[in-house]
C-alpha cells in the first residue's frame, strides 16, 4: 500500500513538472527541479505521518503488554497464595475426618438396613399387638450409675488421714498409661497412697471418704499438684519430659480458696502446666451447671488439659467436650468390650474415629488380659490403662520429692 502511494506521488509530481514547463514557461531544469522538490516534500509529510502512527501502535502494544503482565503477576500472586494455603493444610486431620464420617455414615446405614428387615419379617402391627414397641425394641439399656450410698466405707477413720496428711504421710505412685501396639508409655498417673504407723501403704478406696471429708480431699489434691510440679521439674531438667494425670472434684473447683491455690501453682509453672492432664469423674461432670463449668475453664486457660474419668457412656457430646478443652475420655475395659451397646450407638471400630474427629483420645481403664488389648487394637482404641498395663508403682527416688522418697511396704494394692 505505501508503495503505491509513493507511486502516485512521483506520478503527480511528473504531473505538475509537465504543467510547468508547458504552461508556466518553465525550462526543462526549473521544472524537474520543482517535480523533485514537490515530490520530496510530499514524502516526508508522508513517511512523519506513518512513523507516528507507528509510534502510537508502539505505544499501544507496551501499554497492552503491561496490563497483561500486571494481570499475570496477580494471577500468580492468588497462586501462590492458594499453594501456601495448601501447604498449611493439615490433610492428614481433614482425611481422618472425612474416615470418619464415612465410617459413621457406614454404620447408619448398616443400622438402618437392619432395622427394614427386621420390620419386613416383624410387621409393626404384629409387635404392637404383642406389647412391645419398635423403638423400645431397638433402645440400648443405658448403665446405670454407681450408688455412692452402696460403696463400702474407707477403714480408716478420718481423724487418722488428717493426721497422716499433718504428718506428711501421704505418698504418690505412678500407673502408666500406654499406647498400643508398641505400648509406649505416654502419661502416668499420680495415685495417692497413704503411709501408715505401720509402715504399710493404704490406697485410696481405704482412705479417702465417698462422702463428706471435703478437707482431706482438697488437701490430697493441693498435694498431688506439688507433687507432680516437682517431678515434671526434675524430669524435664533430666532431659525426659513426661505427662502426668491428676484428679480434680468438684468439692476443690467450687472452694475458691484451694482453686485460687491451684491456679497460683499453675500459673508460676507454665511450663510445665501442657504436661499436667486434670481428670474429672464422669458421675460429677454431669452434675456440673453453668458455673462448675467456668471454673474448669479457668484452670484450663493454666495451659492444663482436661479429661474425664470412668465414663459409663460415650453419647457424649464430644463437640461440647472439645471446646471445653478435653483432650481425652476413660472408660471401664470390661464392661465396653461385654456389653459396647451400653456405651454408644455407633459401631465399636466407629466411636474412636468418631472422638478422634474433635481431638479427644479414647482410653481403656482396668485391662485385665491380653485378649482385651487386642479387642480393643481391632476397635481402634490405641491407649489403655489397668493391671496388665502396668500396676502403680514408686517414680525414681530423684524424681520425688522429700516426703515422697520412702519406699515402704506395699498392702492392698490392686
Not at 68 to 84: C, E, M, Y
Not at 236 to 251: E, F, K, V
Request: hydrophobic content about 45%; some cysteine.
Amino acid at each position: 500500500m505505501q508503495w503505491l502511494i509513493y507511486i502516485f506521488v512521483v506520478l503527480a509530481a511528473a504531473g505538475l513538472a509537465t504543467a510547468a514547463y508547458f504552461g508556466l514557461t518553465f525550462s526543462p531544469i526549473e521544472a524537474i527541479v520543482t517535480a523533485i522538490s514537490v515530490a520530496s516534500l510530499t514524502i516526508m509529510m508522508m513517511e512523519r505521518r506513518l512513523r507516528r502512527k507507528a509510534d502510537a501502535r508502539l505505544e499501544k502494544a507496551i501499554d497492552d503488554l503491561g496490563r497483561l503482565l500486571s494481570t499475570d503477576a496477580k494471577a500468580g500472586q492468588v497462586l501462590s497464595q492458594r499453594v501456601n494455603a495448601l501447604i498449611d493444610t493439615n490433610v492428614g486431620s481433614r482425611l481422618e475426618s472425612i474416615e470418619a464420617d464415612i465410617s459413621v455414615l457406614g454404620t447408619v446405614v448398616r443400622q438402618v438396613a437392619e432395622s427394614v428387615a427386621d420390620m419386613q419379617e416383624h410387621p409393626p402391627g404384629a409387635m404392637q399387638r404383642s406389647g412391645i414397641a419398635l423403638s423400645e425394641r431397638n433402645q440400648p439399656v443405658a448403665a446405670p450409675p454407681p450408688d455412692e450410698d452402696m460403696l463400702p466405707e474407707p477403714l480408716i477413720p478420718m481423724q487418722q488421714v488428717l493426721a497422716a496428711l499433718e504428718s506428711q504421710r501421704l505418698v504418690f505412685h505412678a500407673e502408666p498409661m500406654v499406647q498400643l501396639p508398641q505400648r509406649r508409655p505416654v502419661l502416668y498417673d499420680l495415685v495417692p497412697r497413704l503411709l501408715l504407723e505401720d509402715g504399710t501403704l493404704a490406697d485410696a478406696p481405704d482412705f479417702l471418704p465417698r462422702q463428706g471429708g471435703d478437707e482431706a480431699v482438697r488437701r490430697v489434691q493441693l498435694m498431688a499438684l506439688d507433687e507432680a510440679v516437682t517431678v515434671s521439674r526434675r524430669a524435664r531438667t533430666a532431659g525426659q519430659p513426661i505427662r502426668l494425670g491428676l484428679w480434680i472434684s468438684r468439692t476443690s473447683l467450687i472452694d475458691k480458696r484451694t482453686l485460687d491455690q491451684m491456679l497460683a501453682t499453675l500459673s508460676a509453672n507454665e511450663a510445665i502446666a501442657p504436661g499436667i492432664v486434670y481428670g474429672i469423674a464422669y458421675d460429677e461432670w454431669r452434675s456440673f451447671g453453668a458455673p462448675e463449668k467456668r471454673l474448669a475453664i479457668e484452670l484450663r486457660k493454666t495451659g492444663v488439659s482436661l479429661a474425664l474419668l470412668a465414663s459409663s457412656s460415650l453419647r457424649l457430646d464430644f463437640g461440647e467436650l472439645e471446646g471445653l478443652g478435653f483432650t481425652g475420655v476413660r472408660f471401664d475395659a470390661s464392661h465396653f468390650l461385654r456389653q459396647p451397646t451400653n456405651f454408644t450407638d455407633f459401631h465399636t471400630a466407629d466411636i474412636s474415629p468418631y472422638a478422634r474427629r474433635f481431638s479427644i483420645d479414647l482410653c481403656a481403664t482396668g485391662v485385665i488380659d491380653e485378649q482385651q488389648v487386642l479387642s480393643l487394637f481391632e476397635d481402634g482404641i490405641t491407649l489403655a490403662q489397668g493391671p496388665h498395663i502396668g500396676r502403680a508403682g514408686p517414680l525414681r527416688p530423684d524424681l520425688v520429692s522429700a516426703r515422697s522418697q520412702t519406699s515402704p511396704a506395699r498392702v492392698g494394692a490392686r
